[in-house]
């Protein structure tokens, strides 16, 4: 269990440059995501995530190169934080990819508790043991102390990175399935565009946002 930073773990900048969205979506199951705030650092293995492939995808906020104060953001190079409010009430995080002027994100979905457990106990009012404290990507968030603050950090800073720790699942503990949510999306609301562990507790309900 990290105590502190180590720099060495942190995936390279060159890791979010990567084009393939989805290849990215998959492979950051398994990595750890950090936040520090105050001193306070807590993280969580992420166990599910959603890919939103930029302007081709009507799923996504950049859909038909739509830019906005808001989504702005996600036209950044790969590697930055893209964290928006959503039905005004949970802020959700997601990882800026590619390179700038391609709008690729990867949505985090849910994270295993690991780091910080008491800390996150404290956010969502509730034990670390309990599914809901980090499943869906607004709970996922608050225990991480995610917020609107957190838009646009570098994630290759000290407030909140992510780290390769050697966790890895087999093709068979992984599973595709379409997104959350994005019914608005119509025939892009069936792409198997979101990734999950099977059998993971805090794995998102398919009804959650």
């Not at 060159?14 to 998959?26: M, W």
Request: hydrophobic residues 35%; aromatic residues 10%; glycine residues 10%.
């Amino acid at each position: 269990m990290a105590s502190s930073i180590k720099q060495s773990n942190k995936l390279p900048f060159s890791y979010y440059l990567n084009q393939d969205v989805l290849y990215l979506a998959k492979d950051l199951l398994g990595k750890v995501l950090y936040t520090q705030i105050d001193g306070k650092i807590t993280s969580g293995i992420i166990v599910e995530t959603e890919a939103y492939f930029g302007v081709q995808d009507k799923a996504s906020h950049a859909y038909g190169g739509r830019r906005t104060d808001r989504t702005e953001t996600l036209y950044s190079k790969g590697g930055i934080s893209y964290v928006y409010l959503c039905y005004g009430i949970h802020h959700l995080f997601n990882i800026v990819s590619s390179v700038e002027g391609e709008p690729h994100a990867v949505l985090i979905r849910a994270v295993e508790p690991l780091t910080g457990k008491d800390i996150m106990e404290t956010r969502r009012n509730m034990s670390a043991g309990k599914a809901t404290i980090s499943s869906g990507p607004g709970s996922a968030a608050k225990a991480l102390g995610i917020d609107r603050t957190f838009n646009k950090k570098d994630l290759g800073g000290d407030e909140i990175w992510i780290e390769d720790h050697g966790i890895k699942y087999t093709e068979d503990q992984i599973v595709a399935s379409p997104r959350i949510g994005v019914a608005y999306a119509q025939e892009d609301a069936l792409l198997p565009w979101r990734f999950f562990i099977k059998e993971n507790k805090y794995v998102s309900k398919s009804n959650k946002v």
